[in-house]
């Protein structure tokens, strides 16, 4: 197999290259390119770092938070890792994630790295009525999922990944759940300041639905890549989404791209940045898009603690703030 040339030196891909081909080959095409899916809670930036960096997160190393992009990268997990994250959405939903990852011991029967997590949407409570109009009580909505990863080596420097995830939503006493599982590679080169990742997300189906009425899930299959130019504190990462969906030409298959960067100021101060090309696109209101698609973070390490916000801009429908604290144990 050929070489990658970078200036951080050589890439030999080896295996990986055909685990990339042998992941993505594997997408249904054309049957998850619907638009009407359920639990599109499970799309969302949860963490405030991921948010920062517009959700291109598909290649990052060493995050407990990769459990819900790609659990390939748990297997790059230093040491013991957690993180909780709170999200203020838009019209008072609120949202938030937990997330939990360590290398098994060497003494266990099983090798590999372990991670659980929950992802929480609450859309708060509303006024039920009648035909007439008239207010007769309230209900409430929200949405849940249980995660649970596994990781381990391929080859030198080459990782795969998978997770179980356990779905529920509910609405005025009514309720759905689903099973969905999601699959990943990861080919990191510290050598080179090079990793690139692959996953599917979110393949499954449901096991019960809202009134009989069967949906898609939110399949997303994502390729992206992360690199640290050489003599620059600053990790680049480019992810290419929706891979998995139909599109009309070659073209509209790089529309649903995401760019982020986080920049080291110093031992304590991180910035990031971010750029959402389709929500850039289809949140366009007026002749301007303003700051839409684009987002800002902050990171703040503490000892053995790390604060992450980061705002994410909609244009002229509003922000979105997000918090999450993350440490080592």
């Not at 050589?10 to 990986?16: L, S």
């Not at 517009?54 to 938070?65: E, K």
Request: hydrophobic residues 40%; proline residues 3%; aromatic residues 12%.
């Amino acid at each position: 197999m050929g070489e990658l040339h970078f200036s951080g030196g050589v890439v030999r891909p080896r295996g990986c290259c055909f685990a990339l081909i042998l992941l993505l080959a594997a997408v249904p095409r054309g049957t998850v390119a619907q638009t009407n899916t359920v639990y599109d809670f499970l799309r969302s930036d949860m963490n405030a770092r991921a948010a920062g960096l517009a959700g291109s997160f598909v290649s990052i190393t060493d995050d407990p938070t990769t459990l819900f992009y790609n659990p390939a990268s748990l297997g790059t997990l230093t040491c013991p890792r957690g993180t909780v994250g709170f999200f203020k959405n838009l019209m008072d939903i609120n949202a938030g994630s937990i997330a939990y990852g360590q290398r098994l011991n060497d003494s266990s029967a099983l090798d590999g790295t372990i991670a659980g997590g929950i992802i929480y949407q609450n859309y708060g409570t509303f006024a039920e009525t009648d035909e007439s109009g008239e207010t007769i009580g309230s209900f409430s909505a929200g949405d849940l999922a249980f995660v649970a990863g596994y990781a381990n080596t391929l080859d030198e420097n080459l990782y795969w990944g998978a997770s179980v995830k356990y779905i529920y939503s509910s609405i005025a006493g009514y309720s759905s759940s689903a099973l969905a599982g999601d699959f990943g590679i990861l080919y990191n080169l510290p050598e080179s300041r090079l990793s690139i990742g692959a996953s599917i997300r979110n393949l499954g189906f449901q096991l019960k639905t809202y009134l009989g009425t069967r949906e898609d899930l939110p399949v997303d299959a994502t390729l992206g890549a992360s690199f640290t130019p050489k003599g620059l504190p600053l990790l680049l990462n480019f992810d290419l989404h929706k891979l998995n969906q139909t599109v009309e030409n070659f073209g509209q298959r790089f529309r649903s791209f995401t760019l982020g960067g986080e920049f080291t100021v110093s031992r304590v101060i991180l910035l990031r940045f971010g750029f959402n090309n389709e929500q850039r696109k289809d949140l366009v209101l007026g002749s301007t898009s303003g700051m839409t698609g684009f987002s800002g973070g902050l990171g703040i390490n503490v000892r053995t603690y790390r604060l992450d916000y980061a705002i994410s801009s909609l244009g002229n429908i509003g922000n979105l703030h997000r918090i999450s604290v993350s440490s080592t144990f």
